[in-house]
């Protein structure tokens, strides 16, 4: 498979757990992308990679959101104490040239 | 501060329609403008992309319409069909590799 992976793929949690989400962009972009989207929205980004750095971060990304990238390869996103307000679908992206989006984690905070 | 402004937000239009989705943006140093499609349960899926020194292009039936001065941009379906029926996302960005600024999204409808 050639495409984005996005694991797992629904995620239900009681809030105040931390979750972490993982992302496996195709082998030879070096740019990763996090998205947060909630129904009936556009994506919105959150923040993105090069490689292992981190470039930028969303003032979206609230301190209990940390994403890393280890050796440029997989990245994860963890979100800590989840909040209800966290539900949503977190789309993971990467690129050479263009963008190609995986299908997403879907989260539900109860 | 929505940098991309897309309307309408739903649409339905018959089979063999042409259904046009239209986006706004602010921010002139913008130069890459793509149109994502993007079904239930899944992420979206680049359709076509246009940069601002021409003003169309076209993708099998999908034409990006493209107006510099006025700061806008419009897709168009030609020849819509029933598996055309999902959200429509314009987006923008200052290069083809950096975050992109989305629109809110068109769901259409194309009926039979």
């Known amino acids: 498979d050639t495409g984005v992976s996005q694991d797992p793929r629904h995620k239900i949690t009681k809030r105040g757990q931390n979750v972490t989400f993982r992302c496996d962009p195709i082998?030879?972009?070096?740019?990763l992308y996090w998205y947060r989207q909630t129904l009936g929205q556009g994506p919105e980004f959150l923040t993105y990679f090069q490689n292992e750095a981190q470039l930028e971060k969303s003032r979206l990304l609230s301190d209990r959101f940390s994403a890393e990238r280890p050796k440029g390869s997989f990245s994860t996103l963890e979100i800590q104490r989840t909040e209800q307000g966290d539900s949503a679908m977190y789309l993971c992206?990467?690129?050479?040239?263009?963008?190609?989006f995986g299908s997403g984690t879907r989260l539900t905070v109860v | 501060q929505q940098q991309v402004k897309q309307s309408p937000q739903s649409l339905i239009v018959q089979k063999g329609g042409i259904p046009i989705i239209n986006c706004a943006y602010e921010?002139?140093?913008?130069?890459?403008f793509p149109w994502y499609q993007q079904f239930p349960g899944k992420g979206p899926a680049l359709l076509i992309a246009?940069?601002?020194?021409?003003s169309e292009k076209k993708e099998g039936r999908f034409t990006i319409s493209f107006n510099k001065s006025a700061k806008q941009f419009s897709l168009h379906i030609m020849d819509s069909q029933p598996g055309d029926s999902a959200t429509y996302f314009c987006?923008?960005?200052?290069?083809?590799?950096?975050?992109?600024?989305f629109g809110k999204g068109t769901r259409l409808s194309v009926i039979a």
């Open positions: 246009i940069r601002p020194d021409v």
């Open positions: 987006a923008a960005t200052l290069s083809g590799n950096t975050p992109l600024v």
């Open positions: 992206a990467s690129s050479a040239i263009g963008y190609t």
């Open positions: 082998s030879e972009h070096n740019r």
């Open positions: 921010n002139t140093a913008f130069d890459y």
